[in-house]
T-cell receptor
Framework: GAVVSQHPSWVICKSGTSVKIECRSL??????MFWYRQFPKQSLMLMAT?????????EQGVEKDKFLINHASLTLSTLTVTSAHPEDSSFYIC???????????FGQGTRLTVV | SQQGEEDPQALSIQEGENATMNCSYK?????LQWYRQNSGRGLVHLIL?????REKHSGRLRVTLDTSKKSSSLLITASRAADTASYFC????????????FGGGTRLMVKP
């Protein structure tokens, strides 16, 4: 199946710093990618839809100035958590589809810990 | 936003037993998908069932879909300790880009 690679897998950063997470589709092009956040023992909550070549669409309650999304190419979307705070500590996961109404392929996730 | 509810939230069974998880959703869908997640890892796609399908099998997995009741079930037969994971249903409403909305998940523990 298609492969989505997410990097880094794990990051610890200090409060106030920014962290960039990359999501790459390795063997297919993705005009749309999705970013999710998952707190411990909870389900995935959609944060935003990343659209290649245009602005991301954010879900209600997600601060677009804090979670910057860039989808500059058909194989790469990045999520930057700006001025991170401990409450931003979470598991962030991206996904992409190969097109049509098919399954989604997920990255392996990034565990962010802000200290 | 979460569309669906899953029950049970947690399930503990012995190896060899069957595990059934249920998912309910609220809006019309194009398809419904089940995913598995091991602790702290990404999601692995298990099975996709389209809105015009009622039942689908894949190995030890059996999925049903009742669009009139807006519900689906995932049955894992002859469970193994390695099946221990969280299982999520996700609905695709057919929006552009195939956005998925996830249920709350069921944490399954299979005891050896």
């Amino acid at each position: 199946g298609a492969v989505v690679s997410q990097h880094p897998s794990w990051v610890i950063c200090k409060s106030g710093t920014s962290v960039k997470i990359e999501c790459r589709s390795l063997d297919f092009q993705a005009t749309t990618m999705f970013w999710y956040r998952q707190f411990p023992k909870q389900s995935l909550m959609l944060m935003a839809t990343s659209n290649e070549g245009s602005k991301a669409t954010y879900e209600q309650g997600v601060e677009k100035d804090k979670f910057l999304i860039n989808h500059a190419s058909l194989t790469l979307s990045t999520l930057t958590v700006t001025s991170a705070h401990p409450e931003d500590s979470s598991f962030y996961i991206c996904s992409a589809n190969t097109g049509g109404f098919t399954e989604a392929f997920f990255g392996q996730g990034t565990r962010l810990t802000v200290v | 936003s979460q569309q669906g509810e899953e029950d049970p939230q947690a399930l503990s069974i012995q190896e060899g037993e069957n595990a059934t998880m249920n998912c309910s959703y609220k809006t019309s869908i194009n398809n419904l998908q089940w995913y598995r997640q091991n602790s702290g890892r990404g999601l692995v796609h298990l099975i996709l069932i389209r809105s015009n399908e009622r039942e689908k099998h894949s190995g030890r997995l059996r999925v049903t879909l009742d669009t009139s009741k807006k519900s689906s079930s995932l049955l894992i037969t002859a469970s193994r300790a390695a099946d221990t994971a969280s299982y999520f249903c996700a609905t695709d409403a057919g929006n552009a880009g195939n956005m998925l909305t996830f249920g709350g998940g069921t944490r399954l523990m299979v005891k050896p």
